[in-house]
């Protein structure tokens, strides 16, 4: 499948672990500023000239331990930018029992830290269509998983920017993560 995309950039995985691959069209020019394991955070000018806005492209590390110090980074993004901001990508965090099937129940305490930061920085998940969970455990029956951990959040400034954005969950071909695109105009 060709989705048009004339531009990428990417975080090389740790082994077969993480990584982050990001492509986008003619008539957007992302500037990327700053690149690490979990985070790539870039300006993006597109075409039409709308003012410059930041993106983050995110892969939540999947080690509890390491979690805190994640969503510490995506707080101070948020503190330090006053323009219009997308963050984008696979939190590797259930948000709600909604965006979970099967496996056990999502913890209360596991609701805490991200959903707090989520709501105290006035992120608003972005509407999205296709797959209801981005992420399968790739078991048979009573066994499988599935989970929303794959999505897109932004402020208010950047959804009075793009009020029609939306984002496709795409079908899983080969990983156990469903790819998400992101349309600034809707779909």
């Known amino acids: 499948m060709s989705l048009g995309f004339y531009n990428i950039d990417f975080v090389d995985p740790r082994g077969k672990k993480g990584g982050l691959v990001v492509g986008w069209k003619n008539g957007v020019d992302i500037e990327i500023t700053y690149k690490c394991c979990n985070m790539m955070n870039g300006l993006v000018f597109s075409d039409p000239l709308y003012e410059p806005w930041l993106i983050s492209f995110v892969y939540g590390p999947p080690n509890r ?90 402020n208010d400034r950047w959804r009075l920017i793009f009020p029609r954005a939306a984002v496709l969950n795409l079908p899983s071909l080969s990983s156990d993560h469903s790819p998400i695109v992101l349309f600034t105009k809707g779909e």
């Open 65 to 154: 331990n390491n979690r805190g110090p994640f969503w510490e980074a995506v707080e101070k993004v948020s503190e330090s930018f006053g323009g219009g901001w997308l963050c984008i990508g696979d939190f590797n965090h259930v948000f709600s029992q909604a965006n979970k099937k099967g496996g056990k129940s999502v913890a209360s305490s596991s609701s805490g830290g991200p959903n707090e930061v989520i709501e105290k920085n006035g992120l608003i998940d972005i509407n999205f269509s296709g797959n209801p969970y981005t992420w399968s455990n790739r078991r048979e029956g009573l066994a499988n998983i599935k989970e929303r951990l794959d999505r897109a959040f932004a």
